[in-house]
């Protein structure tokens, strides 16, 4: 079954720990994301990859790293949580092939919440 | 740089009564148009897109949208919704980088 695998769904932390969330997707795509939900303003991209080794800012990158050390594998890095980056994270993936009309395949969402 | 405004936060609606949700966007290049679907606790899921050709496309669900270019819109309308229908509704543009742009989202809720 092609999906996109998340962990872990529910976070809570404290200011200043360290944390990571995975992300592994199975269908081979070369184009993956990031995305932070939060009510009122829809989706927001992070960060995302074109490719292995090719990483880049979205909309929103202040506080986040990424890295994309293999295809099917893009962690969401928070090296110091603040209460702001509290919100629901969105991991998603798609094919590089066709440009701008592939469907995005999403996780089932991080929501994290840092006190 | 692209732009999406879904005009409505919330639609309350009764079962098996129609109902549009409304959808305008903004680009400088040639877009792609999708509708996608969270229902509550899960991601989100494709529901329609338009790519090129016919600007009506349609969802195997009952569900459709028109790709309007001179008034740049993209309206997601269903003739009689479910119960089941209720979820949270994003509109989305891509370009060719595929960046894909999000609405901030409509709840669409159904009343029995």
């Known amino acids: 079954e092609a999906q996109v695998t998340q962990n872990p769904r529910y976070l809570i932390t404290v200011t200043g720990k360290k944390l990571t969330v995975t992300c592994s997707q199975n269908m081979n795509h070369e184009y993956m994301s990031w995305y932070r939900q939060d009510p009122g303003l829809g989706l927001r991209q992070i960060y995302y990859?074109?490719?292995?080794?090719?990483?880049d800012k979205g909309d929103v990158p202040e506080g986040y790293k990424v890295s994309r050390k293999e295809k099917r594998n893009f962690p969401l890095i928070l090296e110091s949580p603040s209460p702001n980056q509290t919100s629901l994270y969105f991991c998603?993936?798609?094919?590089?092939?066709?440009?701008?009309?592939?469907?995005?395949?999403f996780g089932q969402g991080t929501r994290l919440t840092v006190v | 740089a692209q732009s999406v405004t879904q005009l409505d936060s919330q639609v309350p609606v009764f079962e098996e009564a129609p109902v549009e949700l409304r959808c305008n966007y903004s680009?400088?290049?040639?877009?792609?148009l999708f509708w996608y679907v969270q229902y509550p606790n899960q991601g989100l899921q494709l529901l329609l897109k338009y790519l090129s050709g016919s600007t009506l496309v349609e969802s195997i669900n009952g569900f459709e949208a028109e790709f309007n270019k001179s008034q740049t819109s993209f309206h997601l309308r269903k003739p009689s919704v479910h119960i089941s229908d209720t979820a949270e509704y994003f509109c989305?543009?891509?370009?060719?980088?595929?960046?894909?742009?999000f609405g901030s989202g409509t709840q669409l809720t159904v009343l029995p």
């Open positions: 680009s400088s290049v040639s877009v792609y």
């Open positions: 989305a543009v891509s370009d060719e980088r595929r960046q894909l742009t």
């Open positions: 990859s074109m490719n292995v080794e090719v990483t």
């Open positions: 998603a993936s798609s094919s590089y092939l066709g440009g701008g009309n592939t469907e995005a395949f």
